[in-house]
Structure formats: structure tokens, C-alpha cells
């Protein structure tokens, strides 16, 4: 019984192995249609409406980076978001935690003006370090090309700090 036994064993792992071959499928069809009406959507981007200020508060306390922007028609402030890098200009933006862009953001005439407070940029912003913002205009998965400004806080206390849109 045990011989039998490891003989089904054997049998079995064999199986098992040579089923797990890798083989190569394809498959083609040389059936084709045509369409019509068919477009992909396009988020229109934010507009940046005045040069973005770089206030330094007092001794670098309550420093903030303010830009001045305008939603795209059929937009609002609701739609976008507020994206920085995290290793000056050029590198990749993601969204800046613990930053909303509804709170943050006020109404003067045509333009939104939004404060981003250099606080909870935390290590973005160093001595003589650049800071790149950009806002994304969102509808549902789909983006806009950013705008973006750039910002350097200066030096200690703010001092020498600019802040440039770039577009």
C-alpha cells in the first residue's frame, strides 16, 4: 500500500509540473471599424492673473506665498488643488498634505487669491532653496497642465525672499 501510495504521489508532482509550462498565446483579428464623434477631454488650466507675492511676516513668523489665479470656464475653486515639489523646480509635484485649497483661498473681484503658508511647506523651504507651487484643475480623474509659481524664501527671517510666476 505504501509503494502504491508514493507511486500516485510521484504521478501527481509530475502533473502538476508539467502543467505549469509556460506557453505563448496570440491571438489577431483583422477586423477593423471606424468611428466618429470620438475625442479625448481636455481640462482646461488655471490662469495665473497677477505675479505671485512672497510675504516673509515677521522674522520669517507667518510667512506665506500668495497667488493670484483664475478658474477656467465651467470651473471653480472647487475643482482645483495645489500641488509642490519636494525637490525644487523640474521634480515631480504632488499634492501638498495638509493644505486646503478652499479655506486658503478668497475671492478678490475676478481673481481667486490663495495664501500658502510657508509652515506647512515644513522642510521644502531652506536657506536659499526654491519651492515650486502649481495649481491643477481636476475633473474627476482628469487633470490640467499645472500652473505653477516658484518661490525662495531668502534668507533667514525671510529676508531677500521672491517669489515668481513661471506659468
Known amino acids: 500500500m505504501r509503494v ?3 507511486w500516485i504521489a510521484a504521478v501527481a508532482a509530475c502533473a502538476v509540473v508539467l502543467s505549469a509550462v509556460p506557453t505563448s498565446a496570440a ?6 471599424t471606424k468611428g466618429s464623434g470620438l475625442s479625448a477631454t481636455t481640462i482646461p488650466p488655471a490662469t495665473l492673473s497677477k505675479p505671485c507675492v512672497y510675504n ?3 522674522l520669517g513668523l507667518g510667512a506665506k506665498i500668495t497667488i493670484y489665479w483664475r478658474a477656467p470656464a ?16 523640474g521634480s515631480v509635484l504632488a499634492p501638498l ?19 500658502v503658508p510657508v509652515n506647512l511647506l515644513g ?3 531652506g536657506l536659499g532653496a526654491e519651492l515650486e ?4 484643475m481636476k475633473n474627476g ?10 518661490a525662495n524664501p531668502g534668507l533667514v527671517g525671510g529676508l531677500g525672499g521672491s517669489c515668481t510666476n513661471i506659468g
Open 4 to 6: 502504491r501510495g508514493g
Open 27 to 32: 491571438w489577431t483579428d483583422n477586423e477593423w
Open 56 to 58: 516673509p511676516g515677521v
Open 74 to 89: 465651467g470651473y471653480a475653486l472647487a475643482n482645483s488643488v495645489m500641488y509642490a515639489s519636494q525637490s525644487g523646480l
Open 97 to 115: 498634505t495638509g493644505f486646503s485649497m478652499t479655506t486658503s483661498t478668497t475671492v478678490s473681484g475676478a481673481d481667486y487669491v490663495t495664501d
Open 123 to 125: 522642510g521644502l523651504l
Open 133 to 136: 507651487l502649481a495649481i491643477v
Open 141 to 150: 480623474t482628469w487633470t490640467s497642465v499645472p500652473v505653477k509659481v516658484k
